[in-house]
C-alpha cells in the first residue's frame, strides 16, 4: 500500500513545482533512457543465446516461440498494475527516476517506503511544503542505493547458490525438480496469504484471480485450448483488479 502521505496533491499535480523541475532534468533522463538501452541489449542477447541453447536442451523451435510468447503475455498483468501506480507518483519523482525506480524494479512497496524513510530523516514530508529539491536528491539517491545492494546480492550470491544446486543434483538429482517448484509455490503463498488480513478486497481479489487461473488450466487441458496457459495469468490478474475496483467501490475496502 501506498502511504496517504506520498500521494501527490492535486495542486502539486497541476503546477511543476521546482522539484520537478529538477526531476526532469535532461541528465536523469539520459540517465533513464541509457538504462532501458543496456536492458534492450540484454534481452537480445539472452533471445539468441535461448536460441543456440534450445536444441541441447531438447526444445524445437516451437516450443521455443511459445515459452517467449508465454512471457510476453504473462507480464502484460503485473506490467498493467506497475503503470497505474506510476503515473500516480509521476508528480512525486518525475519521470526520469519514476521509469528507472518503479519501472524497472516494479516493487512499489519498497521504493516508496525507501522514500518516505529517507524523507523522514530530513524532517520532510513526500509531496508536501518541506518536499524540497534537495530531499528529492536524498530520496532519489537512497532509492537507488537499495536497488543496487539488491543488485549486488544477486551478484554475489547466484554462484553460490549455484554451487549448492549442483552439490543437490549429484546427490539427489529428483530434488532439484521439487525444490525449485515448492519454492516458487511457498513464495506465490506467502505473498498472497499475506495480503488476506488487509480487508475484504484483497480477500475477494486473491480468491477472483486463482479461481480464474484454475480454471483457464482446466479449461487449457481440452484440445485446441492450450493457448489458455499463455493467457491465464494475464486474465487472471485483469479480472483480479476488476473485481478489487468493484469491491472498493461497494465501500468493502479499508476506511481512508
Given at each position: 500500500m501506498i502511504p496517504i502521505t506520498a500521494m501527490p496533491s492535486a495542486a502539486a499535480a497541476a503546477e511543476p513545482g521546482p522539484v520537478l523541475a529538477v526531476a526532469n532534468t535532461p541528465v536523469l533522463?539520459?540517465?533513464?533512457?541509457?538504462?532501458?538501452?543496456?536492458?534492450?541489449?540484454?534481452?537480445?542477447?539472452?533471445i539468441k543465446a535461448a536460441r543456440?541453447?534450445?536444441?541441447?536442451?531438447?526444445m524445437s523451435p516451437q516450443e521455443l516461440r511459445t515459452s517467449f510468447r508465454s512471457g510476453a503475455v504473462a507480464a502484460i498483468g503485473?506490467?498493467?498494475?506497475?503503470?497505474?501506480?506510476?503515473?500516480?507518483?509521476?508528480?512525486?519523482?518525475?519521470?526520469?527516476?519514476?521509469l528507472v525506480r518503479i519501472g524497472l524494479i516494479g516493487s512499489v512497496s519498497y521504493e516508496t517506503a525507501a522514500a518516505s524513510i529517507a524523507a523522514g530523516?530530513?524532517?520532510?514530508?513526500l509531496g508536501g511544503p518541506t518536499y524540497t529539491p534537495e530531499v528529492f536528491a536524498i530520496v532519489f539517491f537512497a532509492m537507488s542505493m537499495g536497488g543496487a545492494m539488491w543488485m549486488?546480492?544477486?551478484?554475489?550470491?547466484?554462484p553460490l547458490l549455484q554451487r549448492g544446486e549442483h552439490r543437490m543434483a549429484k546427490v539427489n538429482p529428483a530434488l532439484m525438480t521439487v525444490v525449485p517448484a515448492a519454492a516458487l509455490l511457498g513464495a506465490f503463498i506467502s505473498l498472497?496469504?499475506?495480503?488476506v488480513p488487509k480487508s475484504t478486497v484483497h480477500v475477494l481479489t486473491l480468491l477472483t484471480s486463482a479461481v480464474v487461473m484454475g480454471v483457464c488450466l482446466l479449461i487449457a487441458r481440452l484440445p485446441g485450448m492450450r493457448w489458455l496457459r499463455e493467457w491465464g495469468l494475464?486474465?487472471?490478474i485483469l479480472l483480479g483488479l476488476t473485481v478489487a475496483f468493484l469491491a472498493q467501490s461497494a465501500g468493502l475496502g479499508p476506511a481512508g
Open positions: 533522463w539520459i540517465c533513464a533512457l541509457g538504462v532501458f538501452l543496456v536492458i534492450a541489449v540484454q534481452s537480445v542477447i539472452y543456440k541453447a534450445a536444441p541441447a536442451a531438447g503485473p506490467s498493467l498494475a506497475v503503470v497505474l501506480v506510476a503515473i500516480a507518483l509521476l508528480a512525486l519523482f518525475g519521470t526520469p527516476a519514476v530523516t530530513t524532517g520532510a514530508e549486488v546480492a544477486t551478484l554475489i550470491l547466484t498472497g496469504l499475506a495480503e494475464g486474465m487472471a
